[in-house]
Nanobody
Framework: QVQLVESGGGLVQAGGSLGLSCAAS????????MAWYHQGPGKQRELVAS???????NYADSVKGRFTISRDNTKNTVYLQMNSLKPEDTAVYYC??????????????WGQGTQVTVSS
């Protein structure tokens, strides 16, 4: 089994910064894509940013230039640095990883979610 533990998040004023981290533990052969999603009140969960095992990143248009996703493969950890935060960034943020075992079987895991609140 694989466990994801998220940390970071909290309350910040508009224009401020926050950092999130998500560490994976358990039986992991390899991790393909790592990503962050968010879900605002009454909204669907949406992709914020993703990063492949090779370091290729992808961002939602709403966060381009403000958020940075990175990963440390030695620690099985993904990070999200959020700058110039806006009230509309308020949401629960979830990390997501895709693992692959030696038989190339893929599986997706979700973190428990961490609240980010941006006050105006």
């Amino acid at each position: 089994q694989v466990q994801l533990v998220e940390s970071g998040g909290g309350l910040v004023q508009a224009g401020g910064s926050l950092g999130l981290s998500c560490a994976a533990s358990g039986t992991i052969a390899s991790i393909n894509t790592m990503a962050w999603y968010h879900q605002g009140p009454g909204k669907q969960r949406e992709l914020v940013a993703s990063i492949t095992s090779g370091g290729i990143t992808n961002y939602a248009d709403s966060v381009k230039g403000r958020f940075t996703i990175s990963r440390d493969n030695t620690k099985n950890t993904v990070y999200l640095q959020m700058n110039s935060l806006k009230p509309e960034d308020t949401a629960v943020y979830y990390c997501n990883i895709e693992t692959q075992n030696l038989l190339r079987f893929k599986r997706t895991y979700w973190g428990q979610g961490t609240q980010v609140t941006v006050s105006s």
